[in-house]
């Protein structure tokens, strides 16, 4: 063999070489672009801040409140939402505190001068929803001061 057969043949084991970690180089790049393009439609990654599937969600809750309507969550939530945002704000609904009682003379009030629907099977869930959420019992102020010595102002 020839040094000059010699040379080439190493050169070629050389450019072998090259070529396969190119490859590899390459098979890397595109699975890395791949596996970067993906998530965004195929994984929750709410980890990196990034979530499609909630953000797609207009009936996403956080910290127990119905992000659209600031709602309460709770059994009866979506009936609720549904039945008692169409016409007015849910801030309406939400600021109000009543007893059952109160809150079924509402929707009845409603119902007689303001087109409200009969709300059929879903006025039980409604009404134990806003009864349970929105009831007078909370308490919505700082209770009475007690045991107080009273002074008198001197003029
Ligand atoms: C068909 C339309 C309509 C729907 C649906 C509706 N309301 Fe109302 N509601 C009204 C109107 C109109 C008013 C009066 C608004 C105003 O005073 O600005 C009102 C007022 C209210 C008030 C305030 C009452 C007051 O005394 O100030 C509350 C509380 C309320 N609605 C709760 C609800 C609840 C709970 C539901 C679901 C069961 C609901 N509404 C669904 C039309 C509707």
Request: aromatic letters at 10%.
């Amino acid at each position: 063999m020839t040094d000059h057969k010699r040379f080439w043949r190493r050169e070629r084991a050389v450019y072998r070489i090259l070529i396969v970690i190119c490859a590899v180089v390459l098979i890397a790049a595109i699975a890395t672009v791949y596996f970067m393009a993906a998530p965004v439609n195929e994984i929750n990654d709410t980890e990196n801040g990034y979530s499609s599937i909630p953000e797609e969600d207009p009936d996403r809750i956080e910290n127990g409140i119905h992000l659209r309507t600031g709602f309460a969550e709770g059994v009866g939530l979506m009936e609720t939402v549904n039945n008692c945002t169409g016409c007015h704000s849910a801030q309406l609904v939400t600021q109000n505190r009543m007893s059952r009682e109160g809150w079924v003379a509402t929707i009845r009030w409603m119902q007689e001068s303001q087109n409200l629907w009969d709300l059929g099977e879903e006025e039980p869930i409604i009404v134990n929803y806003l009864a349970t959420h929105y009831t007078p019992t909370d308490k919505g102020r700082r209770e009475n001061l007690a045991n107080i010595d009273w002074y008198v102002l001197e003029e």
